[in-house]
């Protein structure tokens, strides 16, 4: 068991043939996920490694290939409509990898996302994409360093994430799925609808759960921990010594005020039962010492 | 990416959000010129001088004085202000120099409030925040006093409504200067919504917006943030940019294609991924507070950055004259680690390495990468973690004390 993508998700990709789509295409073809189409407007009919079909449509290659879910490379300025694409394509999964879409255009996606009450669901934009280990790899993240196993990862930010599975990978500890939700302001996927999943999910032991400065998902995400959650939660909250007011790399990543610094956002998690790393260099053996007791 | 008040003020007019008159002025000739043609213009002389600086509280720090005696008297006050270290709560101890001005109509104030338009995104829409405390520091009035501002959210597929203007209103207590006060808010709301949306800002900020004697309404400041992400669609924005606002570094970084920011420490940081750079940062301090060691920058050179980026970022920092000794921090998805190799390597023998290198390489290619390093025949230390590497970090550091 894993949570979203196991090894029956079928796969299309938007902009396949771009140089990121293809490219990633590739590595998760190698990695064995189950690539079944990709959709370029003007490359339909045409084959991708000699063996993917192209559609110039969306909705054409989800009715001739049954695709699930949708992987969107697709750059910045026609990437929104790429998603909208895929909702309107009825996919239960679209991961959209993309970096740099302009907020406007995303609080109109999550606005028709909110809509469709969990007939589909977005990971992302922004993000490093989603993984079960020996299974299925949707995204860009390095492949090599997951292994199979029962700890599940969820993270703002994508190279935190392979940190954190290159510490439990060390210590001999696999992961049942590890997701990054993306590091903009308005998106898919919260850590909330996350967390929901792993603990419905028999395969899922222990949660580490990584966050950033700005915005309320952390949160929210405690509360829902505090809550309902009977399985062990670590977390890291990157940013303690960012300044103020300016952008940190991810849009999102930016204090404005409240309680979105790294500190008032470590003292929620701790006060709802989460242990948080003191340093990133401990998430996995926070969440071993955790499950050990 | 923030722009000057009189910057934002010509965007409020296109569309169609009142302000006073007013011109910007770079020189104190054209400060006077500018009060001589807006007295000519308005029949009165009192006119507002206005130090142009992104950063907030600018009259607190003396950087904004009204001139009643007309031309002479604005230029004795361009004078002043022209060319001033203008400290604020926003800019920091050092202040920020003064070379532009905005030359405004004086009019009388029957009351200040407060407006702003921004991205909430805890509920996904555009909210609408106003407050009868105009003039103070929202984020004050939002700590002390909450019940005092009201917020709206604005459904982006219906837009503004203007029930919800006048839910603003009713709240300001503008019917008591007459239906004209109310009906003018929310012109003014619905104008602001449609330049927030169009011209794809993250934030407008009008402290105060003003109701005159004569019951208008009018911004008489104007604090707007684009979009970074939407500079692909507004290549008219590059003209608003005032590189003296910049850090140059940053703006160098921006060029080159990376996330940079500038920061107080001793210790250069060369990471891939945001949460990646802020996490080796925050290491960093964590093991070498006690000992002054901090970081200088916050670095993150992508996923798909080249060699020649890897180079680039790698010369700026060791260019930065307060870096005592570099922490390179990279975990390889789709960034190789050889590219960050060579590049570092590259930096290195063009400029020389005069501070103490330790470098932490995980993920793709990390093999191919830690042998160009060690064949390079440079001093660079390696690091097993990164808390090992922010270990070798502070004792290189201390080291050179």
């Not at chain 2, 009351?111 to 520091?137: H, K, N, Q």
């Amino acid at each position: 068991m894993s949570i979203l993508v196991n090894k029956s998700t079928r796969i299309v990709v938007q902009g396949i043939t771009g140089s990121a789509g293809s490219f990633h295409a590739k590595q998760c073809m190698e990695y064995g996920s189950q690539i079944v189409a990709g959709s370029t407007p003007g490359r339909g009919g045409t084959m991708f490694e000699g063996k993917v079909p192209v559609f110039n449509t969306l909705s054409h290659a989800v009715r001739e290939t049954n695709a699930n879910t949708s992987m969107i490379f697709v750059p910045p300025p026609g990437a929104a409509d790429a998603i909208l694409e895929a909702f309107d394509a009825g996919v239960a999964l679209v991961v959209c990898i993309t970096e740099g879409i302009p907020v406007s255009d995303m609080l109109r996606v999550r606005r028709v996302l909110d809509t469709l009450k969990g007939k589909t669901r977005l990971i992302g934009p922004n993000c490093p994409g989603i993984i079960t280990p020996g299974e299925c790899k949707i995204g860009i993240m390095p492949g090599h360093i997951h292994k199979t196993g029962n700890i599940g990862v969820v993270s703002r930010s994508g190279t935190l994430t392979y940190e954190a599975v290159g510490q439990l990978t060390s210590l001999g500890v696999g992961q049942s799925t590890c997701i990054g939700i993306g590091g903009d302001p308005v998106a898919g996927m919260d850590f909330v609808d996350v967390l929901e999943l792993f603990q419905a999910d028999p395969n899922t032991h222990g949660v580490i759960m990584i966050g950033e400065i700005g915005g309320g998902a952390e949160a929210r995400g405690a509360d829902y921990i505090k809550a309902h959650m009977t399985k062990p939660v670590a977390g890291f909250i990157a940013g303690a010594t960012a300044p103020a007011g300016k952008r940190m790399g991810h849009a999102g990543a930016i204090i404005s005020g409240g309680g979105d610094t790294a500190a008032a956002k470590i003292k929620k998690l701790e006060s709802c039962g989460i242990r948080v790393a003191p340093t990133p260099s401990d998430m996995a053996s926070t969440l071993m010492a955790m499950m050990k007791k | 990416m923030k722009i000057h008040e009189y910057q934002g003020k010509q965007v409020f007019a296109r569309y169609g959000v009142p302000i006073p008159k007013g011109y910007p002025a770079f020189t104190v000739a054209e400060a006077g010129a500018a009060a001589t043609k807006l007295a000519a213009e308005t029949g009165s002389s009192v006119v507002v001088v206005k130090a142009q600086i992104h950063a907030g509280g600018r009259g607190k720090g003396g950087g904004v004085k009204v001139a009643k005696g007309g031309a002479k008297e604005a230029e004795e006050l361009a004078t002043r202000i022209l060319g001033m270290q203008l400290v604020t709560h926003q800019t920091g101890p050092a202040g920020q120099k003064v070379k532009r001005l905005y030359i405004e109509q004086g009019l009388e104030i029957e009351r200040e409030l407060y407006l702003a338009a921004l991205v909430d995104r805890d509920s996904r829409r555009i909210a609408f925040m106003a407050s009868t405390e105009g003039g103070m520091e929202i984020e004050k009035v939002a700590a002390e006093t909450p019940e005092k501002i009201l917020t709206v959210f604005v459904d982006p597929i219906v837009g503004l409504s203007p029930f919800q203007s006048r839910q603003l209103a009713y709240s300001l207590g503008l019917e008591k200067h007459g239906k004209e006060t109310v009906a003018g808010f929310a012109k003014l709301c619905a104008s602001l919504y449609e330049m927030f949306v169009k011209e794809d800002c993250s934030m407008v900020e009008i402290n105060p917006l003003i109701v005159t004697k004569q019951g208008g309404v009018m911004a008489l400041d104007a604090k707007v943030t684009f979009d970074d992400n939407a500079e692909f669609r507004h290549p008219e924005w590059a003209a608003l940019v005032d590189e003296a606002e910049e850090d140059a570094v940053e703006l160098e970084a921006k060029a080159a294609g990376l996330n940079y920011v500038s920061l107080d420490g001793n210790v250069g940081c060369l990471v891939n991924g945001a949460g990646l750079a802020m996490a080796t940062m925050d290491i960093i301090k964590h093991v070498g507070e006690k000992h002054g060691v901090a970081p200088a920058n916050f670095l993150d050179v992508g996923g798909g950055a080249n060699e020649e980026q890897v180079t680039k970022a790698f010369s700026m920092i060791l260019k930065s004259p307060k870096v005592r000794a570099i922490f390179v921090n990279i975990f390889g998805g789709i960034m190789k680690c050889d590219v960050i190799a060579n590049g570092v390597v590259a930096a290195a023998k063009n400029l020389g390495l005069k501070v103490p290198v330790i470098v932490r390489l995980e993920g793709t290619n990390v093999e191919l990468g830690r042998k160009i390093l060690n064949d390079s025949g440079l001093r660079i230390e390696a690091a097993t973690t990164m808390f090992d590497g922010a270990s070798k970090i502070v004792k290189a550091v201390g080291g050179a004390q």
